[in-house]
């Protein structure tokens, strides 16, 4: 049985011989956070669909879709077009680097991979290992080094070589240690100001497992640094993914990827048709 049926049946109560649905506690548990939560909850009793379970369901369905919609990113077109990825440690940041490196080289592109964690010397071996697998050049420095700097060595040299894409792994930290999101402010101007590329493409990368966290998360990264997207990393049996649909309703920040894996090619281009399919029978 899925999770969403799991929560139908657990909030589900009979009173004489009627079924009584708590459809706030199914919407908050499924992770689509406290404001969604309460618009979809107002949109069935609007449409008397409160014990109409069946066709609740629909609605909710035909709701998220219209939410989460179509959207046409692109990444950014330059000589490199320059892509940031931020987030908590522990969100798979470094694994997502690789993927989308991975991707891009498999379509014929030019690539470049920066490692701005300067804080730990394990996170830049990490990259560098899987830049040796794919063959690609990995601007680094040691352990300690200012991070800005070099993003813009990397930047640079990318744009010496005619690179396509510039991919800069920076290190994990909590959106609200004041000194660490202003270093992440200092790469992001940095790069903006080599590149020409005003606002910058920050893609934020998080653990699908957190929950409702995740909308926390994407709030801090979004005021301090204004988000182009998310990648949704182990979206597996335990991640319900309500979320992606919370981030998107609150902040109009749209998801780009899931990650499933550590294999290269497990980041799949998200799709609100298959995600909505999938929130409703995992």
Request: charge should be positive; hydrophobic fraction near 45%.
């Amino acid at each position: 049985m899925s999770f969403w049926k799991n929560l139908v049946g657990k909030f589900t109560t009979l009173i004489g011989q009627k079924e009584q649905v708590d459809w706030e506690a199914i919407l908050i548990e499924s992770d689509l956070g406290i404001n969604l939560s309460q618009k979809l909850y107002s949109l069935l009793e609007k449409e008397k669909l409160l014990t109409r379970t069946d066709l609740a369901e629909k609605r909710i369905r035909k709701e998220l879709i219209a939410i989460l919609g179509n959207d046409r990113l692109s990444f950014p077109i330059g000589q490199p077009g320059v892509i940031l990825l931020v987030g908590v440690n522990g969100g798979g940041k470094t694994t997502t680097a690789a993927k989308l490196a991975y991707k891009f080289k498999s379509e014929g592109k030019k690539v470049y991979l920066a490692a701005c964690d300067t804080f730990r010397a394990a996170a830049t071996e990490q990259l560098k290992i899987w830049a040796d697998k794919l063959e690609l050049p990995v601007i680094s420095a040691k352990e300690g080094a200012d991070a800005a700097s070099v993003a813009f060595r990397a930047f640079s040299q990318a744009s010496q070589s005619q690179a396509d894409y510039l991919i800069v792994d920076t290190a994990g930290r909590q959106a609200n240690k004041k000194n660490l999101m202003l270093e992440l402010e200092k790469i992001k101007k940095t790069l903006e100001k080599a590149s020409g590329q005003v606002p910058l493409f920050v893609l934020l990368v998080v653990d699908g497992t957190s929950g409702s966290n995740v909308l926390v998360q994407a709030k801090e990264f979004h005021q301090a640094l204004g988000l182009s997207a998310m990648v949704v990393t182990k979206l597996d049996s335990s991640a319900k993914g309500g979320m992606i649909a919370a981030v998107k309703y609150e902040l109009g920040i749209p998801t780009l990827f899931i990650g499933r894996g550590e294999n290269l090619e497990a980041l799949e281009a998200f799709s609100p048709e298959g995600f909505i399919e999938e929130f409703f029978s995992r």
